[in-house]
């Protein structure tokens, strides 16, 4: 798809927009010439070519206003932390189902209604049961995070059924590489374990390291959801798995990200295996590789960036904003 001519003067209404893929998101859109409105919980930092509103995710209301002439809607505000929905399910609740439901009401009752692309996870449908994964198997989560999420794909699925919304799902696998204006060093299990090594620090991977992961570069992520946006009529209703189609253990994945690191920066970043912390989730015991082809056929997306260019983009990205922020504190 051709974003720059298919987003050119569009609408497009963005939530969570403060997020990691939110912000990696708003930076394309600004690039392809849409109107883009972000959409937080709390003020944010003006943008060119953006505007803003705030207000409460799970307020029909508050959506009514934010949908006023959208063309297409990326709903990436969540709770992503299973061990906090574990600990306050009621929170995750209004966090991750409620907003989904605001959201539907005035596309319910609207004349025009936007098309909805809804950021999910994997982790939904439980401990994989095949390798790649496609996403047809049965549904079984094991986490109230997951449940949640599952259930917030249902009501877009159901109201896309009756056609009372327009909408798809992208369950989307371990998401890694730099946000704009930030090192983003807090998302995702990659990013932490590289900003680890360039502090110096012993990368620790629990247990044997064999649980498995399919990582996809922020840009690629970013790519989906503009094809998405743009693909309403083959994807109505729904549900993607997206992935690079390569698993990697997270031994080897910390392995090769001590061996980025070391190659950079000339020195050495240990690895090594420790015993898995009480109250850890099933969940991360995960093997997990994802099959993107229902996605790619809809589309023709693909992923782009392979793990090795992307673990070196992110190392150069985290040691910029490394050295600006060194330079902000040298005296004048």
Known sequence: MNASGWYGGKTV???GASGYIAASLVERLAGVAAKVVRLSRRTLPPLDGCSDMTGDYADPEFWRRALLGADVVFHLAAQTSFY???SDPDADFQANVLPMRALLEPCRRAARRPFIVFAGSVTQAGLPRRMPSDGSEQDEPITVYDLHKLLAEKLLEGYARQGLARG??????????PGPGSSSSDRGIL???LARALRGERLSVYGTGEAVRDYLYIDDISAAFLAAGGG???????????GS???VSLLESFRLAAARVEAATGARVEVACVPEPPGLSPIESRK?????????AATGWSAKIPLEEG?????AALRAAAGRAAAGRRPG
Do not use: E
């Open 191 to 193: 990013n932490a374990m």
């Open 13 to 15: 209404v963005v939530s």
């Open 84 to 86: 906090k929905a574990a």
């Open 311 to 315: 673990l070196d983009l992110t190392i």
């Open 245 to 247: 189609g390569r698993g």
């Open 232 to 242: 309403a009529d083959a994807l109505n209703g729904r549900r993607f798995v997206l």
């Open 288 to 296: 997990f590789t994802a099959d993107a082809s229902a996605f790619r």
């Open 168 to 177: 798809a799902t992208l369950r989307l696998s371990n998401v890694y590489g």
